[in-house]
């Protein structure tokens, strides 16, 4: 039994480590194409804050946005062939 769960695990981490290893070939790609994202939304880039690793999506890369006089933070990742804006979040949407 331990030998099975030995082997499970083992399979499990390189299955876990290869998609990790995987995303981060993709971060170039999304920063290329990312100011075409947030163009085509009406929005402009004004800050680059970091990348996450994400097995499923490739990664995801996150930016700071202004759209009029609102700021707001997005990522960009890629699924299939189509670039997508995701987590969007006004920051100071509230001013006093």
């Known amino acids: 039994m331990k030998v099975v769960?030995?082997?499970?695990?083992?399979?499990?981490a390189i299955i876990l480590f290869s998609g990790f290893g995987g995303c981060s070939r993709?971060?170039?790609n999304l920063k290329a194409n990312a100011s075409?994202?947030?163009k085509s939304n009406g929005f402009e880039a004004v800050g680059?804050?970091?990348y996450s690793l994400c097995p499923i999506v490739g990664?995801?890369?996150w930016y700071t946005l202004k759209k009029g006089d609102i700021t707001y933070q997005?990522?960009?990742?890629?699924?299939f062939?189509?670039?997508h804006l995701y987590g969007l979040e006004a920051i100071d949407a509230i001013k006093p």
Do not use: P, R
């Open 74 to 79: 997005a990522c960009v990742y890629k699924w």
């Open 26 to 28: 993709n971060v170039d």
């Open 81 to 83: 062939d189509e670039y």
């Open 59 to 61: 990664g995801e890369v």
């Open 36 to 38: 075409k994202v947030f």
């Open 5 to 12: 769960c030995l082997i499970i695990v083992f399979i499990l």
């Open 48 to 50: 680059y804050q970091h």
